[in-house]
Each structure stands twice: as structure tokens, then as C-alpha cells.
Nanobody
């Protein structure tokens, strides 16, 4: 059973930065995709940034230039550096990993951007 453990959420003022971390454990297969989604109250979950097998990273348009995804394949970890945060970035952020064709989710970490 693959487990994803997230950390790094919190409260930050507009214009501030946060770094989310996610580590996968228990994987016996190859992790093809790994990244982050988010869900704001009353809204659907949306892709924020995902790294694919081919080494490409897809970003939500509204976070391009502000968020950076990085992967540590040796340690099955993924990070999301979030800069210039805006109130509209407030959401629960979920780590996601695709292992041998199966999708796994973390428990979520709250990010709140407010003055």
C-alpha cells in the first residue's frame, strides 16, 4: 500500500512563500506521475502541477511563474515551491502519485493566504 505524507502548509500573507513536501512510501512499483492538486471550499479539485514520466511538468495556468514543482526520484518525493501567493491560492493541497497505473492521494495540507 502506497502512503503519501505531506507537510509544509500553513498561513501566509499575500506575496509570501511556502514550500510543500510529499514523500511516498510503500511503493513496490515505478512512480510514473507525481504532483499536486488543490481544492478550495465549494470548488472542484484541480491540478496545480504534475510531473510526468517523460520529465514534463504541467502547471495550472494561474500558478505559472509563481509555483515550481521539483521531484526527487531517488527518495520518491515531490516538492512544490509557492511564491507570490495570492488569496485565491487558499485551498487544501493534495499530493498525488501514480504507481503502476494506480492513483494514490495524500491526506491534504491546508494553505491559507490572508492578511
Amino acid at each position: 500500500q502506497v502512503q503519501l505524507v505531506e507537510s509544509g502548509g500553513g498561513l501566509v500573507q499575500p506575496g509570501g512563500s511556502l514550500r510543500l513536501s510529499c514523500a511516498a512510501s510503500g511503493s513496490r512499483g515505478s512512480i510514473s506521475g507525481m504532483g499536486w492538486y488543490r481544492q478550495a471550499p465549494g470548488k472542484q479539485r484541480e491540478l496545480v502541477a504534475v510531473s510526468t514520466t517523460g520529465g514534463f511538468t504541467n502547471y495550472l495556468y494561474s500558478v505559472k511563474g509563481r509555483f515550481t514543482l521539483s521531484r526527487d526520484n531517488l527518495n520518491n518525493a515531490v516538492y512544490l515551491q509557492m511564491n507570490n501567493l495570492k488569496p485565491e491560492d487558499t485551498a487544501v493541497y493534495y499530493c498525488q502519485a501514480t504507481v503502476s497505473g494506480l492513483v494514490y492521494w495524500g491526506q491534504g495540507t491546508q494553505v491559507t493566504v490572508s492578511s
